[in-house]
């Protein structure tokens, strides 16, 4: 979907978190245990859980439920969000200053080398150009760094149940392996899974059974290609 057909200058305001955008109705805030859910199991699916003496940034934070999980982890963790109205209700929900207001999509908005965790959690569909996105977050982490995605599957039948196809807000939608292909572009490793219920993580090439699980790609991506942005 082309941007053109919302104002991007208005679409994460109150509106969108009131569920007056999208698919999603009633208050952002009442999935936070939905959330808080989602970012521990995929954290810990990914074995990503043992937080302490790290920093992780959360791309896409909203209201902060996935900083918090993160901080519960051990990380020292904080959070970016395009909505300068989502960033003041999260620290305000939270009593902290830990999440701030940026666009990753703006070249060279992260500090390099800094992260040794980055979580963009159903927020990479969101991305104009997810590929800016990308180079941004993989210059933020440290070599040793991963970072962590999550987006829809449309492939899958649960993708049409849920409505997520309609979303106006969603503007690169694309199959698990076109995602896996582009990652694999920026890191040396990447791994990919769909939804976090699967026993094992599909590496490379079995992309047969892509489409049959979940409604949601997960991607675990590392040792980013810094040669390619130097």
């Known amino acids: 979907m082309t941007s053109d057909k919302i104002d991007?200058?208005?679409?994460?305001?109150?509106?969108?978190?009131?569920?007056?955008?999208?698919?999603?109705?009633?208050?952002?805030?009442?999935?936070?245990?939905?959330?808080r859910r989602f970012y521990s199991g995929v954290i810990k699916k990914f074995k990503l859980d043992d937080g302490f003496g790290k920093k992780a940034l959360d791309v896409g934070c909203a209201y902060?439920?996935?900083?918090?999980?993160?901080?519960?982890?051990?990380?020292?963790?904080?959070?970016?969000?395009?909505s300068e109205y989502a960033v003041n209700i999260c620290n305000s929900i939270h009593n902290w200053s830990r999440c701030f207001t940026l666009d990753v999509e703006q070249k060279n908005s992260l500090p390099e080398n800094t992260f040794h965790l980055i979580t963009v959690i159903s927020t990479i569909e969101h991305f104009k150009d997810p590929i800016v996105a990308i180079t941004n977050t993989g210059r933020a982490l440290k070599s040793?760094?991963?970072?962590?995605?999550?987006?829809?599957?449309?492939?899958?039948?649960?993708?049409?149940?849920?409505?997520?196809?309609?979303?106006?807000?969603?503007?690169?939608?694309?199959?698990?392996?076109?995602w896996l292909s582009l990652f694999k572009k920026f890191f040396n490793k990447s791994y990919i899974n769909t939804y976090i219920t699967l026993d094992r993580v599909i590496e490379e090439g079995?992309?047969?059974l892509l489409p049959l699980f979940g409604f949601t790609?997960?991607?675990?991506?590392?040792?980013?290609?810094?040669?390619?942005f130097m």
Do not use: M, W
Request: charged content about 20%.
């Open 64 to 82: 902060g439920y996935g900083v918090e999980v993160l901080t519960r982890l051990g990380y020292d963790a904080y959070g970016c969000d395009i």
């Open 144 to 178: 040793s760094g991963s970072i962590l995605v999550t987006t829809n599957n449309p492939l899958s039948p649960l993708c049409l149940i849920n409505r997520r196809r309609d979303d106006p807000t969603h503007l690169s939608v694309y199959p698990p392996q076109k």
């Open 206 to 208: 079995n992309f047969f």
């Open 217 to 228: 790609t997960v991607i675990k991506a590392s040792n980013f290609k810094y040669a390619n």
């Open 8 to 35: 991007l200058g208005k679409v994460y305001s109150s509106a969108y978190f009131k569920g007056k955008l999208g698919v999603y109705q009633g208050e952002y805030e009442t999935r936070k245990d939905v959330t």
